[in-house]
T-cell receptor
Framework: TQLLEQSPQFLSIQEGENLTVYCNSS?????LQWYRQEPGEGPVLLVTVVTGGEVKKLKRLTFQFGDARKDSSLHITAAQPGDTGLYLC????????????FGKGTLLTVNP | KAGVTQTPRYLIKTRGQQVTLSCSPISGHRSVSWYQQTPGQGLQFLFEYFSETQRNKGNFPGRFSGRQFSNSRSEMNVSTLELGDSALYLC?????????????FGPGTRLTVL
């Protein structure tokens, strides 16, 4: 069974601080996705990383896929209250699996 | 383009009852997946359908079932409800469910079992 471990589970920071969220597995994934979920809503896709070592930037968010495609990180620079939410990583093992394996998420609170 | 819609948004049932949840995918998307989200277990995969065929199923008891119609709309059914079935049930659609498998989620149906 493939598992994705996310850390930290909870993170509470002040506006303007930087933070990094980690997503680790012992399994290789063909791609990895990051989602953000707000209360009462479904997750919203932020980015998909496919190539080992790949780095993608989305404004103040930087996503990295590990060289071995087993881990990923999300770095937020100068966090803002609007960044508050549950951040989820999800791995796709590809082939004929047709499913995503999700980490349990990191609940981020950015205080003004 | 309209997003994924799920109905109803909230549902309260009692133990032993059954429930049917509905999902309409994004127009043109043929893959529909269902997930159960709870605080303790996070998002867990239930099943995935493509062109009316179930291609994958998660580790849930047979009380959980689903189907997909020719217009790609999907329903999931839970029979003989248990207290532990209380959760947010999320539906996601993607164009093919294949490589990359970027999924677009609906707002979910919040099921409470009393």
């Amino acid at each position: 069974t493939q598992l994705l471990e996310q850390s930290p589970q909870f993170l509470s920071i002040q506006e303007g601080e930087n933070l990094t969220v980690y997503c680790n597995s012992s399994s290789v994934f063909s791609s990895l996705q990051w989602y953000r979920q707000e209360p009462g809503e479904g997750p919203v896709l932020l980015v998909t990383v496919v190539t080992g070592g790949e780095v993608k930037k989305l404004k103040r968010l930087t996503f990295q896929f590990g060289d071995a495609r087993k881990d990923s990180s999300l770095h937020i620079t100068a966090a803002q209250p609007g960044d508050t939410g549950l951040y989820l990583c999800a791995g796709d093992s590809g082939g004929s699996n047709y499913k995503l394996t999700f980490g349990k998420g990191t609940l981020l609170t950015v205080n003004p | 383009k309209a997003g994924v819609t799920q109905t109803p948004r909230y549902l309260i049932k009692t133990r032993g009852q059954q429930v049917t949840l509905s999902c309409s995918p994004i127009s043109g998307h043929r893959s529909v997946s269902w997930y159960q989200q709870t605080p303790g277990q996070g998002l867990q995969f239930l099943f995935e359908y493509f062109s009316e065929t179930q291609r994958n199923k998660g580790n849930f008891p047979g009380r959980f079932s689903g189907r997909q119609f020719s217009n790609s709309r999907s329903e999931m059914n839970v029979s003989t409800l248990e207290l532990g079935d209380s959760a947010l049930y999320l539906c996601a659609s993607s164009s093919t469910g294949a490589f990359g498998n970027e999924q677009f989620f609906g707002p979910g149906t919040r099921l409470t079992v009393l």
